[in-house]
């Protein structure tokens, strides 16, 4: 493989890699860290370099226990962010192992999982949110407090001066007597 069909090789997963990252944060709520983009683009590399190195099973099942203890130590993902992960590396695969001889192929499995991707995350995101800016706040719990949409919304604008957002309850603190609410204007 010579650089210039690497170097189309990753061109072709780095743009691949942005479309699904631009179509992952689509939800207010729930964004994908954008380093995640990087595990792709490991995956690609440490690909390349398994095609030019004889490598044994033992590093297989070695990267396999590095992968599991990773995900038993660290924060859970949530579904978007396993399906994202799931794309980019086997797009990163794919880029990488695929023969280059048979490259209409490797742009139609490209294309049919980007666009599955893109249909799925159109389905579930119905419609992009008009508010771009969060905020967290924390109001307090008094005895006649109620959990009614109105209620949430008075006391939201009391503590903001803002008359079109959206708001999501996080937490209900029943010791400290208050709620998280993230707000989104």
Do not use: H, W
Not at 35 to 64: A, D, H, N, P, Q
């Amino acid at each position: 493989m010579d650089l210039n069909e690497l170097a189309g090789r990753f061109l072709l997963l780095f743009f691949s890699i942005l479309i699904l990252y631009f179509f992952s944060n689509r939800k207010d709520n729930e964004i994908i860290n954008p380093l995640m983009v990087i595990v792709g683009l490991c995956t690609f590399s440490l690909c390349y370099l398994f095609t030019k190195i004889e490598i044994g099973v033992g590093i297989g099942f070695g990267l396999f226990a590095i992968f599991s203890i990773l995900r038993f130590r660290t924060q859970s993902f949530t579904v978007n962010a396993i399906i994202f992960l799931f794309a980019t590396i086997t797009l990163s695969i794919l880029d990488i192992m695929y023969p280059y001889e048979k490259i209409e192929i490797l742009l139609f499995f490209q294309v049919i999982i980007i666009g599955f991707y893109i249909i799925g995350s159109v389905l579930v995101n119905r419609k992009v949110s008009k508010y771009l800016n969060t905020v967290t706040i924390k109001i307090a719990l008094d005895s006649n407090f109620s959990l009614d949409n109105g209620t949430i919304r008075k006391s939201i604008q009391s503590k903001i001066n803002i008359e079109d957002f959206d708001f999501k309850i996080i937490n209900i603190n029943t010791v400290g007597n208050e709620i998280d609410i993230l707000v989104l204007y």
